[in-house]
């Protein structure tokens, strides 16, 4: 059950952090990142929900490690992303027994993986659940991330009772 609160300007969120092994190449890069190589990959996935439930909680952090760590160490953690243009590497990869790789409709860039994961896995593996994914950040190396974040107009309409009512504020 959980407790609206309308009148509070405050938007709580939760991150969690999850780690994963994989493999990939840059389809028509430049220079080194066209070749095989790998990276240990670090994804922030931050969650909004409306308000929390009784327990004071956006959601349990075991839920999202359940569902959204579950789906990375399943399709992703010891695969080879290949994007599905590269018909070479495809064909590459399929030659090893036994193999994990993982098609993707774009390049796999750590941009394009931190978009995929917001858009396409994160409201597939939340189904269900009264949250959504705000943002997620994926670190391909200790320096270097992207961030891929909901533009604020999406996360108003889960939160739409609390941003109406800061409008009907300025007024
Ligand atoms: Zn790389």
Sequence with gaps: MLEHEPQSATQLSIIRQVKFCAGHRLFRHESKCAFFHGHN??????????????????????????????????????????FQDDTNALSAIRMVEPTKYFVMPCNPTAENMAKYLLEQVAPHVFKGLDVMAKR???????EACAVAEKKSETTNALTGELQSAVVVDRR
């Design 136 to 142: 997620v950040v994926v670190w391909e190396t200790d």
């Design 41 to 82: 990959y670090r994804v922030d996935i931050e969650v909004i929900g409306n308000g929390v439930d009784s327990v004071g909680r956006v959601i349990d952090f075991s839920v999202i490690k359940k569902r959204f760590q579950g789906w990375l160490e399943e399709n992703w953690d010891h695969a080879f992303l290949i």
